[in-house]
């Protein structure tokens, strides 16, 4: 437990950091567990809280909202929605701190040793946190990349949180404030299933949580 804990948010990334970091030991000690409703309202908030520092910062600086769809390895087809800040640091280069959940996928097959039966079980869901950098080219094409942290999810199985890193190439257009933008991405985790089937015992299957995603969505640019 952490007792008198004072954090000052002026873009603070090492606050960001502790609440990554803190999601993931409480997702390892059972909190893995507590209602989806309750953590989409958590990352919602902590989303509100990172993309409303950005104002602070001049040229560059922006506000996203948008939809996604990912081809995401193992799990299949997923969509989800998210919330993204930038920090400007100069008009050409920036931070992005974001968020965006992804609901479950295909369903995932299990292989069952001395069986030629394979089971199938629900896809994946999962909150993605990341933190990253941009940098803008002329006609407003901008790339990116960084570090994204996966809390993933299993309606019947566990799966611990994993880290991986994203990329990704975009172009936004518009007015000089309301913008709307178009993005390809390419994110990159992997994890391990864990099942108790009954039957047959503990089972465990190596998920591949990576493919190529796309997102569509608005911004406004300070």
């Known amino acids: 437990m952490i007792h008198n804990l004072v954090i000052t948010f002026n873009v603070n ?14 997702f390892n000690q059972g909190v893995y567990y507590m209602k989806k ?12 809280s990172i993309v409303s520092a950005t104002s602070a910062y001049a040229g560059g600086s922006s506000i996203q909202a948008m939809g996604s769809w990912w081809s995401a390895g193992d799990s299949g087809d997923t969509y989800g929605y998210g919330l993204r800040g930038t920090a400007g640091i100069t008009d050409a280069f920036g931070i992005d701190l974001g968020w965006t959940y992804f609901g479950a996928g295909d369903d995932i097959k299990v292989d069952v040793n001395g069986n030629n039966n394979d089971i199938k079980i629900d896809g994946i869901d999962a909150h993605t946190f990341d933190f990253g950098a941009r940098y803008t080219l002329p006609m407003e094409l901008y790339l ?22 994203y990329g990704l ?35 465990s299957r190596d998920v591949d949580y990576d493919g190529f995603a796309a997102n569509v969505g608005i911004m406004y640019r300070f």
């Open 13 to 26: 990334y090492e606050a960001v950091w502790f609440i990554i970091v803190t999601i993931d030991k409480h």
């Open 37 to 48: 409703r309750s953590l989409k309202l958590l990352c919602v908030g902590i989303s509100f």
């Open 144 to 165: 990116g990349g960084g570090l994204s942290y996966f809390a993933l999810d299993h309606d019947t199985a566990e799966i611990d949180g994993e880290w991986g890193v």
């Open 169 to 203: 190439v975009g172009w936004s257009f518009g007015g000089e404030h309301v913008r709307g933008f178009i993005e390809g991405m390419y994110r990159y985790t992997e994890g391990t299933l864990k099942y108790d089937h009954g039957f047959y015992g503990d089972l």
